[in-house]
């Protein structure tokens, strides 16, 4: 049967908000420890003390690494932000076709310039997101395959990184952590080499923006 110890650092070390809040010292313990006992009890099949789960925290505290220090490498002197708005998103399953299909989706948006188009493959699934306007060619190119979901109304904001960033440890970690302090849902995301797009509600695009631009201004 798992300690009391054990039980605590599992629960904390699922949330990135109590790991940091705990190791920067930001959170009252005696409060976490009473919101998390009636979890522990369920989960430990037996009574669990206040005091016994606050010695918990309290030790678990000491042994959390460091939180990362230092800014995010953003492209000299602009570390650009670009939006682009009414974004469709499919997921297929993959099937032995959807490489062909991929093939002619390239073929007829080829000639377009300014639309936006990402075509990820997956293990078991291929994600292809664009602009509306292309909409209709992609339904074209994956007809036959089957349709997992598709997301319509999204916007996607671009956040320029320099070419060291991908070799700076935390890099991501730091811009998807501010982003969930702020309470912004991401759908997806994709990375390149320099840049970190996030695809989001249009509800979402302000509070993103805004937490974006804090980075752009580092």
């Not at 994600?127 to 319509?152: H, K």
């Not at 390149?192 to 201004?217: C, H, W, Y």
Request: aromatic fraction near 4%.
């Amino acid at each position: 049967m798992l300690s009391i110890a054990t039980k605590v650092e599992r629960i904390v070390r699922e949330s990135a908000f109590l790991t940091e809040g705990l190791k920067r010292g930001l959170i009252n313990l005696s409060e976490l420890a009473r919101q998390l006992q009636p979890q522990l009890e369920s989960d430990l099949w037996k009574p669990v003390g206040q005091a016994a789960v606050v010695t918990a925290l309290r030790r678990l505290a000491e042994r959390l690494p460091e939180p990362p220090e230092g800014n995010i490498v953003l492209v000299q002197k602009t570390g650009e932000l670009t939006t682009r708005t009414e974004l469709t998103e499919y997921t297929f399953r993959h099937s032995d076709t959807i490489h062909e299909c991929h093939r002619k989706l390239l073929a007829a948006t080829g000639p377009l310039r300014g639309a936006f188009l990402t075509v990820t493959r997956g293990v078991n699934e291929v994600m292809v997101i664009c602009s509306r306007t292309l909409a209709p060619l992609v339904e074209a190119a994956f007809e036959g395959e089957q349709l997992l979901a598709r997301l319509d109304d999204l916007n996607a904001l671009t956040l320029h990184l320099a070419p060291a960033a991908s070799r700076e440890p935390g890099t991501y970690q730091a811009i998807l952590r501010q982003l969930a302090w702020d309470r912004v849902n991401l759908v997806n995301m994709i990375c390149t080499n320099t840049e970190l797009t996030v695809l989001i509600e249009q509800d979402q695009t302000g509070p993103a923006f805004s937490t974006l631009a804090r980075f752009k201004m580092h």
